[in-house]
């Protein structure tokens, strides 16, 4: 059960929350800690204890501030159980804690880092729980959290700004959506039918518009069940391999949209492989792991295939100007980085060139993207006021 506490301590209060079976293992807990309890409350006895429940979730950015934690305190020179200890103790959030109470459980027992990482997939990925038995093996788990939450890090500011950018857009199409719907099922056919009173001959987009209203008002209610349905079936097939191989494939045909995708991509595979191979990860491992990381099938694929060839004996470089997808800046430098033995380091450069890319690709998409969405609201708006104006100029030409 999760409690929620206030405490008195050297004159101040604190106030938190704490994973345990009952009030009084609270109470022993706050006072071998010298705190002196004032209120103990159980969440789950609240009624809001639902929306506790989707706060306290955690997610990719309580990874990222994890990570960067335990990479500081371990350069400090600290021990895993020590910063463990720090972090349940500072840790706010109840499920976080639990976590790190079951990994510094299993450490304790004999247990390896990585190996109980593995049991939260959700969490950390195998890039993740890869580096941290690369950073384990080499004696330098610090410095290869250290590299490891700056890439989070970069991957969640990257993830911001294409949040960023498509938040305005969304609300706009939603909000778009919705007044056009209410309008044609609510609005629209009550005007529309004074003009079946005329005789007069009505543009065809008026008829178009007479019609769709007369139906949408009549069955809207199948029309949100429908639309409700086929969404629902879309994200399943999207989810589906077949689903997901057709998506990846048309969203890289999307103008302006498929260079960010295609970039962003580049940025994470090629920053990846960099801290993999900097960390001793062998390139059919790092590559192996690449190919479960890349969230586009397109690319997943042809990561598959450089990793057959490279087996088979084939050059990094060599193997990715056989897939035809990857930019020759990145191949060229593959090459020389190979050739120098530098390889991590090429790939870290050129990721580098890539995020300044990836900026610029966002840039462009959001500059075009509002314009584009103004365009098609008065194309919409245009239509509608054309189809309702129209007739009522021709009625009064008709009087003429």
Avoid at 12 to 38: C, D, S, T
Avoid at 62 to 79: P, S
Avoid at 216 to 237: D, E, L, M
């Amino acid at each position: 059960m999760i409690f929620k506490y206030r405490a008195l301590k050297g004159n101040k209060i604190f106030r938190n929350r704490i994973e345990a079976v009952n009030k009084q293992e609270v109470v022993e807990y706050l006072r071998k800690n010298g705190y002196f309890p004032i209120t103990i409350t159980s969440l789950e006895d609240s009624p809001f204890s639902v929306m506790n429940s989707l706060f306290d979730r955690v997610g990719f950015n309580d990874v990222v501030d994890l990570t960067r934690q335990l990479a500081i305190m371990l350069n400090a020179g600290l021990t895993l159980i020590d910063c463990f200890e720090i972090l349940k103790k500072q840790l706010t959030k109840p499920s976080l804690i639990k976590i790190i109470d079951s990994i510094d459980k299993d450490i304790r027992s004999g247990s390896s880092f990585s190996a109980s990482l593995q049991k939260y997939p959700n969490l950390f990925s195998k890039v993740y729980i890869s580096l941290v038995k690369s950073g384990e093996a080499s004696g330098k788990l610090g410095d290869i959290l250290l590299k490891l939450s700056d890439n989070l890090e970069k991957t969640r500011d990257f993830r911001s700004k294409i949040k960023g950018a498509m938040v305005y857009p969304i609300i706009v199409i939603v909000a778009m959506i919705a007044v056009i719907f209410i309008m044609i099922t609510f609005v629209l056919p009550t005007l529309l039918n004074l003009y079946k009173d005329f005789n007069i001959d009505l543009p065809i987009t008026t008829k178009i518009l007479i019609v769709v209203s007369s139906f949408s008002a009549r069955f809207w209610p199948i029309i949100i069940v429908s639309a409700f349905g086929i969404t629902s079936s879309i994200s399943y097939f999207l989810k589906t391999k077949k689903g997901k191989l057709l998506f990846d494939k048309a969203v890289l045909k999307i103008p302006v949209i498929n260079n960010v995708i295609r970039i962003s991509t580049l940025v994470d595979s090629t920053r990846t492989l960099s801290i993999l191979i900097g960390s001793g990860v062998s390139i059919l491992d790092a590559l192996n792991i690449i190919v479960e990381a890349t969230d586009n099938v397109v690319y997943q694929q042809a990561f598959s295939n450089i990793y057959k060839q490279v087996e088979k004996g084939v050059s990094l470089g060599a193997s990715m100007t056989n897939e035809g997808i990857f930019p020759p800046i990145l191949v060229q430098m593959t090459i020389v980085g190979e050739q120098t033995g530098h390889l991590d380091e090429t790939l870290g450069r050129i990721s580098k060139y890539f995020e300044m890319e990836s900026e610029m690709a966002v840039k462009m998409m959001t500059t075009l993207i509002e314009p584009a969405i103004l365009i098609v609201l008065g194309l919409g708006v245009g239509f509608l006021i054309m189809s309702i104006i129209s007739p009522i100029y021709n009625l009064t030409s008709s009087f003429k």
